[in-house]
Antibody, heavy 125, light 106 residues
């Protein structure tokens, strides 16, 4: 059974930093790209970042470029999101998501076949 | 970026009803369209990908159709566990984008 378990959320002051983690199990982690998707309170879903399985390709949404870094440890089956220069508008639940069947993807973009339960980041003074 | 427009934004229905949600893309996305279900306080759950392919384990009362710019999610007979918010997602072009959601209420 695929499981994705996020952790690391919390309350951070504007301009601060935080690292989120997502521990994966139930599949061959290094074979799949992983993403972070966020949801601001009462709002819809917004893709944030994606990292490929093992060849280092990384993509970000424009609003987090230069502030967020996605990376992974395939020996620990964990993907991370290092966030810095945090802003109030980064406040959201952050979900970890596994990329779907590569045969049905389109280049760097794909659907997500499994999602975690999310971890809440609040940026406030 | 490709804009995804869902309608309606919310709907009220009863158990046993047939429910249809539509999603329109701002440009042709072929069949690179997914649907996810989200219940309050939970992470999303994948329902459909490639516009009409049911994710493993998803009940057959869910179905998807469409291609190009216009897509539909249909629940043939609404069950109590189906009351949730549904989002469409295009993955034809970077960045992948989501619709604003359709809340299905009792």
């Amino acid at each position: 059974e695929v499981q994705l378990l996020e952790s690391g959320g919390g309350l951070v002051q504007p301009g601060g930093s935080l690292r989120l983690s997502c521990a994966a199990s139930g599949f061959t982690f290094r074979h799949f790209a992983m993403s972070w998707v966020r949801q601001a309170p009462g709002k819809g879903l917004e893709w944030v970042a994606t990292i490929s399985g093992s060849d280092g390709r990384i993509y970000y949404t424009d609003s987090v470029k230069g502030r967020f870094t996605i990376f992974r440890d395939n020996s620990e089956d964990t993907v991370y999101l290092q966030m810095s220069s945090l802003r109030a508008e980064d406040t959201a639940v952050y979900f970890c998501a596994k990329r779907g069947d590569p045969n049905h993807c389109s280049g760097p973009t794909c659907y997500f076949d499994y999602w975690g339960q999310g971890t809440l980041l609040t940026v406030s003074s | 970026d490709i804009q995804m427009t869902q309608s309606p934004s919310s709907l009220s229905a009863s158990v046993g009803d047939r429910v249809t949600i539509t999603c329109r893309a701002s440009q042709d996305i072929n069949n690179y369209l997914a649907w996810v279900q989200q219940k309050p306080g939970k992470g999303p759950k994948s329902l459909i990908y490639a516009a009409s392919t049911l994710q493993s384990g998803v009940p057959s009362r869910f179905s998807g159709s469409g291609s190009g710019t216009d897509f539909t999610l249909t629940i043939s007979s609404l069950q109590p566990e189906d009351f949730a918010t549904y989002y469409c997602q295009q993955y034809h072009s970077h960045p992948q984008t989501f619709g604003r959601g359709t809340k299905v209420e009792i």
